[in-house]
C-alpha cells in the first residue's frame, strides 16, 4: 500500500466532500474485488481449510521457520 495524495487522483468537487467527514487523516480505500466469482460463503470454506491445514502441519511440528 502507498501513500497518494487526494489532490492528485481525486477531483476537486470530491476531495471537498471528503473533507466534510475527514480533514488531515490518512483513509483506506479498499480493493475492488477482483475477478472474484465466489460467494463469501465459499471463501469462507476455503479459508477454513486453510487454517485447518495451517493446524495440521503445525500439530506435525513444521512450524514458521
Known sequence: MK???AG???PKELVRQLQE???GEY???PVRDKGM???VTD???E???RDAHIYTKYLEG???K
Do not use: E
Request: net charge positive; hydrophobic share 35%; aromatic share 16%.
Open 43 to 45: 471463501y469462507r470454506t
Open 27 to 29: 483513509i483506506y480505500i
Open 8 to 10: 492528485k487522483v481525486l
Open 47 to 49: 479459508l477454513q481449510k
Open 21 to 23: 467527514y475527514v480533514q
Open 37 to 39: 466469482n465466489c460467494s
Open 62 to 64: 513444521l512450524g514458521r
Open 3 to 5: 501513500y497518494v495524495g
